[in-house]
């Protein structure tokens, strides 16, 4: 049975930095793509970045290139999602997902960037 638990969201000033990271289980971690989506207040969940079981292949959306990386440690079952740089409008519940299980959402973590 999939489980992910989100962590490290918080309130940090415009120009902070966060860690996120994503503790998977109930599945062979290091088989599958992860994903980070996000969902602003009020608007669609949507795509921030992903990262293959390999760690060979990335994807960043337009809104975050440049500031955001996707790391992961397979031995820890564990994705990371480093935002520097924040800005005002990466506030959102940030949630990870894996192509394990798709339909499979945890509780998410709240990130709030603002003076």
């Known amino acids: 049975q999939v489980h992910l638990v989100e962590s490290g969201g918080g309130l940090v000033q415009p120009g902070g930095s966060l860690r996120l990271s994503c503790l998977a289980s109930g599945f062979t971690f290091s088989h599958y793509t992860m994903y980070w989506y996000r969902q602003p207040p009020g608007k669609q969940r949507e795509l921030v970045a992903y990262?293959?079981?390999?760690?060979?292949?990335?994807y960043y959306g337009d809104s975050v290139k440049g500031r955001f990386t996707v790391s992961r440690d397979n031995p820890k079952n564990t994705v990371y999602l480093q935002m520097n740089n924040l800005k005002p409008y990466d506030t959102a519940v940030y949630y990870c997902?894996?192509?394990?299980?798709?339909?499979?959402w945890g509780q998410g973590t709240q990130v709030t960037v603002s003076s």
């Open positions: 990262i293959s079981g390999t760690a060979t292949m990335y």
């Open positions: 997902n894996s192509a394990a299980a798709p339909g499979y």
